[in-house]
């Protein structure tokens, strides 16, 4: 994600950082080229004059703008709703570390130092879970992550499991029930606690839901082909009418709708590496500063901060 002030004046159009530009930079190379052409031949094609008018183009603009919005606020429906996901998954796991440490029938609360407390496993699982999701939704490993909260061996066998936070999940209901069991929490609480675990579960299961199902791509298809037919003929409707300024309106018109479509393309899929999209690292270390602190840690780790203006 792209943390920075909002660039003002002039500095609007010379901002990379962040912007789409670098992405379509040889789309609009071509299409200026094209244009620059048309221009010099004075829309001739060997001894035939191309004519047209400005009316299609109106027409079939009016159309692809349309389109590119529809197209665009479904992508940025996935990436809100992607963001809502990971602010339940923070909300929950404080939550349920608050629960851990005030609803178990314990004389003292939890503590990052003892080691041999049950409930300082339960809530680190916490924040196990939430790395395990990132990784997952990444496509990595989260065998680091989990063996620095978790241990060796938990780590090994979080990761043979094909989904490594489902497996988190079921360690820690099984914690629960074995509170339950030794009356250590009473059953009405234990239901609560429960459908918390059911929570962060779902979170899961919604990600992976707009991680696995993408926008249709015959809609990606054609509106990248309308968008290429549309930007190599209109200097042609242009060039009778505009003269030498065709490259320069033909330019601003394909920078318009390849930005569009290529910044669709990005948040489609919100949960990668790319500028634009969710930082999750960011998140992870968030949930994992706020849980430690339920436990009493003295020593927390740092919020991440941009790095040239991007947050991962």
């Not at 002039?10 to 048309?38: D, K, M, N």
């Not at 004075?42 to 004519?51: E, L, M, P, S």
């Not at 393309?265 to 500028?275: K, S, V």
Request: aromatic share 10%; glycine share 6%; proline share 6%.
């Amino acid at each position: 994600m792209i943390v920075r002030d909002r660039p003002t004046g002039l500095q609007l159009f010379y901002v990379l950082r962040g912007s789409v530009l670098p992405h379509i930079a040889w789309e609009l190379v071509t299409c200026t080229a094209v244009a620059v052409l048309v221009t010099l031949t004075h829309g001739f094609v060997y001894q035939w004059k191309i004519t047209l008018t400005t009316v299609p183009f109106s027409l079939i603009g009016l159309a692809l703008a349309i389109f590119l919005g529809f197209r665009n606020n479904a992508a940025y429906d996935r990436y809100w709703e992607a963001r809502k996901l990971w602010g339940e998954l923070a909300a929950r796991s404080r939550s349920f570390a608050r629960q851990v440490q005030s609803v178990l029938h314990f004389e003292d609360p939890a503590s990052i130092d003892d080691l041999g407390d049950p409930r300082r496993t339960l809530v680190l699982r916490t924040i196990a879970f939430a790395h395990a999701l990132r990784h997952q939704l990444r496509c990595s490993s989260p065998r680091a992550d989990l063996e620095r909260l978790l241990g060796a061996e938990e780590a090994r066998a979080a990761t043979a499991s094909r989904l490594p936070g489902d497996w988190l999940l079921r360690r820690m209901g099984e914690q629960l029930g074995a509170f339950l069991r030794a009356r250590r929490l009473d059953a009405p609480v234990a239901a609560d606690m429960d459908q918390g675990l059911t929570a962060l579960a779902q979170v899961a299961a919604n990600c992976e839901r707009i991680k696995h199902t993408p926008i249709p791509f015959p809609y990606t298809l054609l509106l990248h082909r309308t968008a290429w037919l549309y930007c190599f003929l209109l200097p042609f409707g242009l060039v009778d009418t505009v003269g030498f300024m065709t490259p320069f309106v033909v330019v601003i018109v394909a920078y318009t709708f390849f930005g569009l479509d290529a910044l669709g393309d990005e948040i489609e899929e919100p949960f990668g590496l790319a500028n634009n999209h969710l930082p999750l690292d960011a998140l992870c270390r968030e949930i994992e500063i706020d849980v430690l602190e339920t436990l009493g840690a003295r020593e927390l780790p740092p919020p991440l901060k941009p790095v040239n203006g991007r947050l991962t």
